[in-house]
């Protein structure tokens, strides 16, 4: 499958051009940052990192907030806003205990 570039609106949106989208797509192995997998669409999501003030910054600048390509589950679900990196070790954690019943 091959992937969908984003629309020129969506693109321009977070600073980027489809060149670059590209290029952050052959550098991840065209497959989303997080599970390793390209969707069926193949679509991706451009992930940012979600700073105040962000719709008002230049293309340029949010372009420097823009974090990796990852598919719609992994971008809704898994890092949604407000994740951090303590509460995803936290999250690994707290799976890797196991159940609660279990002895």
């Not at 969908?4 to 052959?26: C, H, M, N, R």
């Not at 105040?52 to 230049?58: A, Q, S, V």
Request: proline share 4%.
């Amino acid at each position: 499958m091959a992937p969908q570039v984003p629309s020129a609106a969506t693109l321009a949106k977070y600073g980027l051009t489809a060149d670059e989208w590209l290029a952050i797509f052959e550098r991840q192995g065209g497959v989303c940052a997080v599970c390793r997998k390209l969707p069926s669409t193949g679509r991706l999501n451009v992930d940012h990192e979600h700073v105040k003030g962000w719709k008002k910054l230049p293309a340029d600048e949010r372009k420097k907030y823009v974090r990796g390509l990852l598919c719609y589950v992994c971008n809704h679900r898994v890092l949604t806003r407000g994740v951090t990196v303590e509460r995803l070790r936290g999250a690994v954690e707290y799976l890797s205990r196991g159940y609660a019943f279990q002895s």
